[in-house]
């Protein structure tokens, strides 16, 4: 067993988070302050991002991508945690769930996706429908080869800077042993389409500058050729979606909690009160001790989940320990340093406060935490017949 990277991935690395502290650091401070990101800014990114052949790096090379396998690919979002997201968006990743396209699709959405023309957001939460998916009340009736859908969609991320979202559709119901059961189709929906419409959010504690979006939908009629996959098989590919989802989730939040981390050691270790540096006393050295035990325990668990995904193995398990353990640590790991500096750790002239804002959403978007402990729990008693 070799816990080392490779050479490749350590370069990997290493370029990543000098792309984030030169690009990315600098204007975080700004977008922090008025919650907004310029478009001539996120397009600038995005091109540096291509220069250094890093967009769309989550997808094959057969169709464009760098073709990193999830544990490089893993490397790479626990690096861009360091960084905004309100930024590291434009660090282009479209959602893998493209792969999925036709071959008319794929000219018209997934090859535009990958060399940057395009930028996509996927619409799944409604206002009634978050944890519980299957109970999404936006709806598409067919009509002749067309389907009119309507209904809302709210909390989607950067649907603003979207070109076209990848929507999943309530189409029909099934009876099951449970009751009734929503059957689900995944759309493409193009910006501007008649009826649909891409509106501003809430106002968010989280991440400034990555906004959520509401979307809605008015007798919006859509042709077949806009199904992605198969009718009534939305969660077929949304399942492969929601692994790459969570992992990236654990891996941003570890590489938060490393940013975080640095600052509490420098602190501890220069400040001094009553005549010795602070770290000199086990009420602030422990709490590094501690830190820093989560963020390695944390790293781990979620580098060992991307490694299972590329052996094949199963990884559902894994995937959600990951999730629920790095974004519970980032939580503890952001409070921790904010109490090491004291007052100054919520003043705007340091991060950490923003650190400590920005955690609260990672235990809630891309499944809760109680849902990872639903499916962790599941697993384990389930083949007990429990």
Known sequence: MNFALTEEQQMIVDTVRTFVETEIYPHENEVERTGVVPRELGL???????????????????VGGAGLDHL????????????????????????????????????????????????????MTEPDAGSDVRGMKCFARPDGDDWIVNGTKHFISHADIADFVIVFIATGEEQTPRGPKKKITCFLVDRGTPGFEIREGYNSVSHRGYKNCILTFDDCRLPSAQILGEVHKGFDIANDWLYATRLTVAATSV??????????????????????????????SFKLADMITEIDAADLLTLSA?????QGLPSNREIASAKVFATEMLARVTDEAIQIYGGMGLMDDLPLARFWRDARVERIWDGTSEIQRHIISRDLLRPLGA
């Not at 861009?80 to 999925?100: E, K, Y």
């Open 44 to 62: 600038e990114i995005a091109r540096k991002c291509k220069e250094l052949g890093f967009f769309a790096c989550n997808f094959p090379e057969e």
């Open 72 to 123: 490089t690919f893993t490397l790479v979002e626990r690096e861009l945690g360091r960084g905004s997201m309100g930024l590291t968006v434009f660090f282009g990743r479209p959602s893998g769930i493209l792969m999925a396209c036709n071959e008319d699709q794929r000219e018209r959405y997934l090859l535009p996706a990958v060399r940057g023309d395009k930028f996509d957001a996927l619409a």
């Open 306 to 310: 991307a490694w299972r995904l590329d």
């Open 255 to 284: 590489g938060r909690a490393r940013r975080a981390f640095d600052y509490a050691l420098s602190y501890a270790a220069e400040r001094k009160q009553f005549g010795k540096p602070i770290s000199a006393n086990q009420g602030v």
